[in-house]
């Protein structure tokens, strides 16, 4: 708790439009203690093990993405009515 790593219990959030939903860092070094890395272009992006906000939103828009590239056709509620 202490690296700020995760958390047991919704923390409040500032204001909307004071910070950024999610904050991508870059570097010309790799990142000793990223959650998520990538190298583009001789550069590297990644988000902070320590930054919450930032791993929360990166886990919703994968979670959003595998959902909108699923290929199924979305289907309606399933209706089940006893017969007797």
């Known amino acids: 708790m202490l690296e700020r790593r995760a958390t047991s219990r919704r923390t409040q959030s500032a204001s909307a439009g004071d910070a950024p939903l999610m904050n991508v860092r870059a570097s010309d070094e790799r990142p ?31 979670m959003f993405s595998s959902l909108a590239e699923s290929g199924a056709l979305p289907q309606g509620p399933l209706l089940t009515i006893p017969a007797r």
């Open 32 to 62: 000793v203690d990223a959650f998520a890395a990538v190298q583009y272009r001789n550069r590297w992006f990644w988000i902070d093990d320590r930054d919450l906000g930032s791993k929360r939103m990166f886990r919703f828009l994968l």
